[in-house]
């Protein structure tokens, strides 16, 4: 009998958290409220995008948002789609056992294409890299007519922070590969001459040209450490590096112990921006102890509850919870951004808010200049992404919401998303 009241209060309250916690959590691209003219002015004359939960939305200036839709992603789908109404009638039959006596998964190419990343190249148009279960691509999209060419399509290609040389000969990008790791390459714009620029056990990520001089780049790197068997065990801070690409010479640009220096931008006027957060080293000590103590209980509860919904989703096809509510958008427990995971409940609570926009990050995520005397200046708090364009305008995340920074350094809200990931901003061409 006691266990079947503590069952019932500990089902209570989960639903209650989740309840509490979808409260914050908008559909993706929903209409953003009107923008805060006080905070800085005029629209910027620039070109805005942001991706989100894997879709790329893109709106010009203060003007309506506007969801990109892959015409390749969507035949696709659309060809699972009649592929799965096809063999629909095999499911649960003789028909429908393979080989091995396992059942055919008639789904397995049913999985959502997600982008990564985007870019502007400028002429009007897109670069977006998206991928599925197996194939990832590079696309161009043209915005005014809605064409989309396929530059590069590959078996397991996993590409990240797409960015433009001044010239726009050049993408420079991450190559992300197994085991966590990833490593800095470049092509030629339309796609053609994947090349691998960095190798070794590490992190290599967010690469930008540097102006002037498209032989260098500059990005940020974190070592991997592993334990003694080779399994992942921590990851060091993160620093900013230069790499030559006609030498191979890597240059050490900013290293701290005490921080991660994230997503370098270099300014027309060589300034150095980049965001700053607090470093912190995986520790397991007796707090930690007899906190897994105490959750102990929840957390085997969860997991015996996942492990039913798995067989209910199974054999029935249906959910134990949430069968004809609206799905969650995301588990505000479990958000990961600049591969850090943030408890985005907590952040909403205790974080200020930007222009009336709740900040996902916490206010020691900052955005930094720093002068090529080696000054530094804090230009911006709760920046969990940005960009920069040619001209230098910036704009910045918290998560939320999205900003133009000023001549004076006000934030001006311009937008707004929903678990805003990577930012894309470029100036806009003139009419």
């Known amino acids: 009998m006691h266990v079947l009241i503590i069952l019932g209060i500990v089902v209570l309250l989960v639903v209650l958290f989740y309840k509490s916690t979808n409260q914050y959590v908008q559909p993706a691209g929903a209409p953003a409220p009107a923008p805060a003219q006080a905070m800085g002015g005029n629209a910027p004359p620039v070109q805005l995008g942001w991706v989100s939960n894997g879709k790329l939305f893109v709106q010009g200036g203060y003007g309506a948002v506007q969801e990109i839709s892959s015409p390749y992603a969507q035949q696709a789908m659309d060809r699972a789609e009649r592929s799965r109404e096809k063999n629909a009638w095999k499911k649960d039959t003789a028909f429908g056992v393979a080989a091995q006596g396992n059942y055919r998964d008639f789904d397995h190419h049913t999985d959502p294409f997600l982008i990564s990343s985007a870019l502007f190249t400028g002429d009007g148009k897109l670069l ?21 060419e396929r530059l590069l399509h590959r078996q397991q290609l996993q590409l990240d922070d797409l960015c433009l040389s ?103 006027d060589g300034a150095l921006f980049f965001i700053r957060r607090p470093y912190e080293p995986p520790q397991y000590n007796a707090g930690n102890v007899v ?20 067989f209910s989703l199974m054999y029935s096809r249906k959910p134990l919870t949430g069968a004809s509510g609206m799905p969650m958008q995301a588990d505000m427990k479990d958000i990961v951004l600049q591969g850090k995971r943030i408890d985005a409940e ?22 930094v200049r720093r002068t090529r005397s080696g000054g530094e200046a804090v230009v911006a708090n709760n920046v969990s992404s940005f960009d920069m364009t040619p001209g230098g305008t910036i704009v910045y995340s918290n998560g939320r919401g999205l900003f133009v920074l000023d001549a004076q350094g006000r934030s001006a809200l311009v937008a707004q998303g929903d678990l805003v990931g990577a930012v894309l901003v470029h100036d806009k061409m003139p009419a």
């Not at 050049?170 to 966590?180: E, H």
């Not at 620029?197 to 500059?218: F, H, Q, R």
């Open 128 to 148: 977006y890299f998206q991928a599925d279960h197996g194939m990832g691509g590079l696309f161009s999209y043209d915005t005014a007519s809605g064409q989309e």
């Open 166 to 268: 001044p010239s726009g000969e050049t993408i420079v990008c991450t190559l992300r590969a197994r085991g966590g790791v990833s490593h800095i390459a470049t092509m030629r714009s339309n796609g053609d001459g994947l090349r691998e620029l960095t190798g070794g056990d590490t992190i290599d990520s967010a690469p930008t040209p540097v102006p002037g001089d498209e032989t260098k780049v500059i990005y940020q790197s974190a070592a991997i450490g592993r334990d003694q068997h080779g399994g992942w065990a921590a990851t060091g801070h993160v620093t900013l590096q230069e790499l030559n690409t006609a030498t191979g010479r890597i240059t050490s640009v900013l290293e701290d112990p005490r921080y991660d220096f994230l997503s370098p931008r270099v300014a027309p």
């Open 291 to 310: 906190l897994d103590t105490l959750f102990f209980p929840f957390r085997l509860l969860r997991a015996v509850f996942h492990y039913l919904n798995f």
């Open 346 to 367: 907590r952040a909403l609570r205790q974080e200020a808010s930007i222009g009336g926009i709740p900040s996902l990050v916490p206010s020691s995520w900052q955005l």
